[in-house]
């Protein structure tokens, strides 16, 4: 069957519009675009969780949910996938085929979750998995052909569960030719009884935490093992005699309470420098030597006699005990260590006595010389005092840890002799003081750590010495003042921690002699504070190559503001740390020189600024991530980030934002990560464009398919109904379409109706412009414009005309005609509408010709919306014939005027036509009549008064 192609092609592009980079349960790593981390979810459903991850995936981590079962192909469509971790989960039930399609897979974690049983076909298409993890279940069976499609195998870890039949295990990894390391610790595992032998290339095997008591194997059987783990089991010396062991290299049977190292040693199966002594109770001076008589002259990588719980070790206890090159006798119970006398000198590189109970370090001025002793470590001890030339025993000691005791005073030139000293770590002790003789001969340190101590003076000078020094760590201290100079002779210190404590003032000589060279400072949770953004302040002007600042969460109130010149010199500054501040105010210009920022944290300060100023960031053109979240924002500007067009990541999280603009991201063309969890929008028509904007955008929103609204929150954001936004549109399009159609109809209508009306309001206005109306009569050019019909001339002429005009020539009107007055050329209707204004008022000569003329009719019409307008009497009505009401009905207009207006009809009789014109003149005159009445009426002029 052929589909239409363009129903296909629309609905690839719907498919295209509707497709989001949010994952419902899962965050794409903004570092690596291939790596999917799905945490925390409480989803019961692995489809759920993988269903609308990428393709392209390779690393995918989901732990810490509810998943309680993996159905067949749960990742079919993940083939490209080469880590999966399924920690912490739940999970039961692992059905066959649950992997299939992941043949890129190498490396898979299926630990601590509570998996009982292993079926055939679980790991069906994992046929290039290396490592596989599945400890801390609660395997009891596993079927014998299990493993069988883990061809390509290299470690197993099945520590703490529940196996018992070491047989079976050992059946089931007989396809894993491949196989080198093996964890079975934790189990029920009694004894090593078999029917086969172990993988051929297995080379690292873990027993330990089981139940051994005898091994009940064959001779042979771990004779391929090279590291064997025995520990914390029931075992005793003489069942470890029955195994062949001479290939082992290094075995450990520590925490075996029966087993007799010394009676081991009298018929090893191992070669003695092969094993390890930790835990195996040698815990006298004569068991030690005993010990040390079988290790006589031999060469050893390591000597470890961890965890015996000696108290005191004479002069060469063990020097005769081998040529090790590292000992460690961490966690005993040495009280002193007596500058080394116990051991041998020739080889030893490295020395670790962590976890026992030194106090004091003695000096040590006439001991032995360790020339190739290079490290140190006296960690998690009491040591309190620190005495001069305590380590004259090591003069090419490069690496000294002394750091976790209760190291009160530094004694003047305690470490004087440690010319090649490379790093040395004090922190975590009580060091109250620093002196410029604590580091004297120091000149090759590179790493001094101090952290956690209790100084508070850093004086002038005190690390003159350190000329070398690259990393200096003082935090964590008490530190209220850094005097000037104090870095004095540091010529290639870069990386400088001074956080947490309590340095409330910074100023440019802190830094002098290190300003060429710092690249790294850290003031993080200081007491820093500044009142006014008006002050001028410029602590960092030298420091040129200074890339990481870090001055967040300064206590107990935090920076407030930020005052002027502040970042002043940092031109090269890549990361910049603000959180936590209670900034009141960040002005628009706070940012301008960080040119070459690319990191900006601004987050956790919600007691602080709540809008962010526009153009702040518009200098700020390299920024890549922005961390804005729980500061309270409340709203953003389009002009906040219209410069920012490299950044990568924007993290909104957990700010009052109700609403978000769609316009602030036109400019981030380079934006893939977007945080706005836990902010709450609305799902109201204010954020439809974003809505629309967050499913079809190709930047990942995370959690975009869990967000939900603030007004309703069993709605997602995602999908909240928009149909109302679209129907209001289409109400206004469709009022304003229905409104231009009835402008439409009602136009034509209303101006075939009243075009007159309208010419005169036209010609009103136009005579208003040019100030033509006034009611002065001296404005006036006539007394009277006739309206009458042509057949009705010789009436107007003859009769009309030698009355109003010729009689009495002082007192005669101003009667304008349109066969004699109106002016030549010019628009009919215009000449009306002029002639009419220009006169007082208007004379209709009615008859039934008059009323059948649409002319006629017009300037009636005109006439009375003069009379409207004016409010006055300016129409004059003479009716030539007797015209009853009913034929006035069918002309609408006469009869309206008649209604409100009196008239003079014509008599028939001679006598009656002086009264007749002596009212039609007053009608005319207004003012002047009964003067003109009575002329009239008295006249003895023997002129007619009407023609024949």
Request: with cysteine; charged share 20%.
């Amino acid at each position: 069957m052929k589909f239409p192609l363009v129903p296909v092609l629309f609905g690839a592009l719907f498919i295209s519009l509707v497709t989001s980079r949010g994952f419902r349960n899962c965050i794409q790593k903004y570092e690596s675009t291939n790596t999917f981390i799905c945490m925390n979810r409480q989803e019961l459903s692995i489809s759920s969780v993988v269903s609308d991850i990428s393709d392209s995936a390779e690393n995918l981590t989901i732990s810490q949910n509810t998943i309680k079962m993996l159905p067949s192909r749960s990742f079919h469509h993940l083939s490209k996938l080469q880590s999966l971790i399924l920690s912490y989960n739940h999970l039961q039930v692992v059905d066959p085929r649950a992997f299939e399609n992941l043949e890129a897979l190498h490396y898979l974690d299926l630990s601590y979750n509570n998996i009982c049983s292993l079926s055939w076909g679980v790991f069906y298409g994992l046929g290039r998995l290396t490592h596989l993890h599945l400890q801390n279940n609660a395997l009891v069976f596993m079927h014998l052909k299990v493993f069988s499609p883990l061809l390509s195998l290299k470690s197993l870890n099945l520590s703490a569960n529940g196996l018992s039949n070491f047989s079976s295990v050992v059946h089931a990894l007989q396809p894993l030719n491949q196989l080198k390391n093996l964890s079975l610790c934790g189990n029920n595992i009694r004894h090593l009884s078999h029917a086969l032998s172990l993988p051929s290339n297995l080379s690292t095997l873990f027993l330990c935490r089981n139940q051994l008591e005898d091994l009940k194997c064959h001779q042979d059987f771990l004779g391929q093992i090279k590291y064997l783990d025995l520990s914390v089991n029931n075992l005793t010396s003489s069942s470890l005699q029955k195994v062949n062991l001479s290939s082992t290299n290094y075995l450990t049977v520590a925490d075996n309470t029966d087993f007799d190292i010394l009676r081991f040693l009298e018929n090893p199966t191992i070669p003695p420098k092969r094993i390890d002594y930790s835990r195996l109770n040698i815990n006298t001076p004569a068991k030690l030597r005993a010990m040390c008589s079988h290790l006589r002259g031999k060469k050893m990588s390591h000597l470890n006699l961890i965890g015996n719980n000696f108290w005191f070790l004479p002069n060469r206890t063990l020097a005769n005990c081998s040529r090790s090159i590292q000992v460690d006798l961490s966690h005993n119970r040495l009280k002193n260590v007596t500058c080394l006398r116990f051991l041998k000198p020739s080889n030893l590189s490295t020395v670790t006595i962590e976890h026992n109970l030194l106090k004091r370090l003695d000096s040590c001025h006439n001991a032995p010389i360790f020339p190739k002793l290079t490290s140190i470590s006296f960690r998690y001890n009491r040591i309190w005092s620190v005495m001069p030339k305590a380590f004259t025993y090591a003069p090419n000691l490069k690496t000294l840890k002394l750091n976790i005791n209760n190291i009160m005073l530094l004694s003047r030139g305690c470490f004087y002799e440690l010319r090649h000293l490379q790093t040395l770590r004090l922190d975590n002790n009580l060091i109250t003081d620093l002196y410029y003789n604590n580091f004297l001969g120091l000149g090759k340190l590179t790493t001094l750590i101090l952290r956690n101590n209790r100084v508070s003076v850093i004086f002038e000078k005190v690390f003159q010495d350190l000329e070398n020094l690259i990393i200096l760590d003082l935090g964590g201290n008490k530190i209220t003042q850094v005097k000037n100079g104090s870095f004095i002779g540091m010529k290639s210190l870069s990386k400088l921690y001074l956080d947490n404590n309590q340095i409330k003032q910074i100023s440019g000589d802190m830094f002098n002699s290190v300003e060429a060279t710092l690249q790294v400072l850290d003031l993080k949770s200081n007491q820093l504070r500044f009142l006014s953004s008006r002050q001028y302040v410029t602590p960092f002007s030298k420091l040129q190559k200074l890339y990481d600042l870090k001055l967040q969460s300064q206590q107990p109130h935090g920076l407030t503001t930020i005052p002027r010149g502040f970042f002043t010199g940092l031109d090269n500054l890549r990361s910049l740390y603000l959180g936590q501040n209670r900034l009141t105010q960040l002005g628009y210009t706070v940012f301008d020189e960080l040119r070459n920022l690319t990191y900006l944290n601004l987050g956790e300060d919600c007691n602080g600024v709540q809008n962010l100023s526009p153009g702040i960031f518009k200098n700020l053109i390299k920024l890549r991530y922005l961390d804005l979240e729980n500061m309270c924002i409340q709203s953003l500007s389009p002009d906040i980030f219209s410069h920012l067009s490299n950044l990568r990541r924007l993290q909104l999280t957990k700010n009052g934002l109700k609403q978000i603009d769609v316009k602030i991201f036109d400019n981030m063309t380079r934006l893939i990560y977007l945080d706005i969890w836990k902010c709450p929008l609305t799902c109201t028509c204010d954020n439809e464009e974003f809505q629309r904007w967050m499913n079809a955008s190709k930047v990942q929103t995370v959690y975009a398919y869990n967000i939900t609204c603030s007004n309703d929150p069993h709605v997602f954001f995602h999908s909240f109904d928009t149909h109302v936004c679209d129907l209001r549109e289409k109400l206004i399009l469709f009022s304003s379409s229905f409104s231009f159609l009835c402008l439409l109809i009602i136009i034509p209508i209303v101006y075939s109706k009243s075009y007159w009306r309208i010419k005169y309001n036209y010609f009103l206005f136009i005579s208003w412009l040019n100030e033509r109306w006034n009611s002065s009569k001296d404005l006036y050019k006539y007394d009277a414009f006739v309206s009458y019909n042509t057949r009705d001339e010789d009436w107007v002429y003859e009769t009309m005309l030698p009355v109003l005009e010729s009689c009495h020539p002082s007192k005669g009107l101003r009667l304008c005609l349109h066969h004699r007055d109106f002016q030549l050329g010019r628009d009919i209707v215009d000449n009306i509408v002029d002639s009419i204004h220009n006169s007082r008022k208007t004379l209709c000569v009615v008859s039934r010709s008059y009323l059948q003329s649409e002319w006629c009719s017009m300037e009636m019409q005109l006439a009375s919306y003069k009379l409207f307008d004016e409010m006055r009497d300016v129409l004059v009505l003479i009716f030539l014939e007797d015209i009853p009401l009913r034929e006035l009905s069918t002309y609408h207009r006469m009869r309206k005027v008649m209604l409100k207006k009196t008239y003079i009809t014509w008599p028939g009789e001679p006598e009656a036509q002086k009264l007749f014109w002596a009212k039609v003149r007053k009608a005319l005159r207004g003012g002047e009549l009964e003067e003109d009445e009575e002329d009239l009426l008295n006249s003895d002029d023997e002129s007619p008064l009407m023609s024949s």
